[in-house]
T-cell receptor, first 111, second 115 residues
Framework: GIQVEQSPPDLILQEGANSTLRCNFS?????LQWFHQNPWGQLINLFY???GTKQNGRLSATTVATERYSLLYISSSQTTDSGVYFC?????????????FGKGTLLTVNP | GAVVSQHPSWVICKSGTSVKIECRSL??????MFWYRQFPKQSLMLMAT?????????EQGVEKDKFLINHASLTLSTLTVTSAHPEDSSFYIC???????????FGQGTRLTVV
């Protein structure tokens, strides 16, 4: 099946700093999403972005499908941005619409 | 507002008992729902795909007799952990989407502790 690798696994920032999280995948994809998992476990949808670039406030994401990677940018980070960020993909061709998750990036934003 | 509602949020049960987790699609009819399991500090692993009106499809290594899935209506899927043991303690999350190849939405998750 499709492989998803996220980097870095851990990231510690001071409030106000910017960061870039990366998601590499091993095959073509029909679907790619970024999630933020809050301390209670809830997965918050950030972006549905199988290709192209999107922005939502301080967050933006870019997926270059032909090169099999996606980037999540967080600008002017806040303590509330802390948590685990997951990239999940649905492989193209016979994937049965399953989402495969990366191992996540644990982000800690210190005041 | 929430698209997917999952209950209960947490449950503690004794070894040998069964626990039922409900997942409701609030905004649309969901012919397909997905059940995931997450161990502490790990990623989400797909357990099974729940199909309305038919049998669920289980991922390799997932015991279908241990994790019973019922998808009797277009808005409700249930996961029953039968004869639960401490090793079944985990975080279980359901998911659905309006149309395949579109954005997936997740429930709040259920934290199961078996004592």
């Amino acid at each position: 099946g499709i492989q998803v690798e996220q980097s870095p696994p851990d990231l510690i920032l001071q409030e106000g700093a910017n960061s870039t999280l990366r998601c590499n995948f091993s095959d073509s994809v029909n679907n790619l999403q970024w999630f933020h998992q809050n301390p209670w476990g809830q997965l918050i949808n950030l972006f549905y972005i199988p290709s192209g670039t999107k922005q939502n406030g301080r967050l933006s994401a870019t997926t270059v499908a032909t090169e099999r990677y996606s980037l999540l940018y967080i600008s002017s980070s806040q303590t509330t941005d802390s948590g685990v960020y997951f990239c999940a993909v649905e492989g193209g061709g016979g994937s049965n619409y399953k989402l495969t998750f990366g191992k996540g990036t644990l982000l800690t934003v210190n005041p | 507002g929430a698209v997917v509602s999952q209950h209960p949020s947490w449950v503690i049960c004794k070894s040998g008992t069964s626990v039922k987790i409900e997942c409701r699609s609030l905004d649309f009819q969901a012919t397909t729902m997905f059940w995931y399991r997450q161990f502490p500090k790990q990623s989400l692993m797909l357990m099974a795909t729940s199909n309305e009106g038919s049998k669920a499809t289980y991922e390799q290594g997932v015991e279908k007799d241990k994790f019973l899935i019922n998808h009797a209506s277009l808005t409700l899927s249930t996961l029953t952990v039968t004869s639960a043991h401490p090793e079944d303690s985990s975080f279980y999350i359901c998911s659905t989407r309006r149309y395949l190849n579109t954005e997936a939405f997740f429930g709040q998750g259920t934290r199961l502790t078996v004592v």
